[in-house]
Every structure is written in structure tokens, then in C-alpha cells.
């Protein structure tokens, strides 16, 4: 627990340092433009996908009712 603790306080205290220097722009932008470019393929598949037809599977059709089905339980 203490080692989580003196880890956080060093991961902050650097990033505090990186924040204020203006060195987290730069990832900030690329985290940015990757899920913006993420988001707009998802998109276009979703659309691309969408207007393909959808495959229709056959319905199963039971060849037993429930009743007879049940009767040959007891």
C-alpha cells in the first residue's frame, strides 16, 4: 500500500511537471486523432454494413407438438 502510495505521488508530481512545461499536447492531440480516426471507421462500416442485405436463416419447425413432447416425459 505505502509503494502505491510514493508511486502515485511520483507519477503526479511528473505529470504535473509535464503538464505545466506543455509536453502532454502533443499526446493529448494523438489520443485525440486516433479515436476520432477510430470513431469514423466504426462509422463507415456500420454504414457499409448496413447496406449490404441482412442473411435470413430458416425458422426450425418442430416435427413433435409440446403436448406429445411432454407425454413421453412421464
Not at 62 to 74: D, E, F, N, V
Request: positive net charge; glycine residues 8%; aromatic residues 6%.
Amino acid at each position: 500500500m505505502i509503494r502505491t502510495l510514493i508511486f502515485g505521488a511520483i507519477a503526479g508530481y511528473v505529470g504535473k511537471k509535464l503538464y505545466d512545461e506543455g509536453k502532454l499536447t502533443e499526446f493529448k492531440d494523438d489520443l485525440v486523432g486516433r479515436y476520432n480516426q477510430a470513431k469514423n471507421d466504426l462509422s463507415d462500416k456500420r454504414a457499409a454494413s448496413s447496406s449490404q442485405p441482412a442473411m435470413v436463416t430458416p425458422a426450425h419447425s418442430s416435427t413433435t407438438s409440446g403436448a406429445s413432447a411432454s407425454s413421453h416425459l412421464s
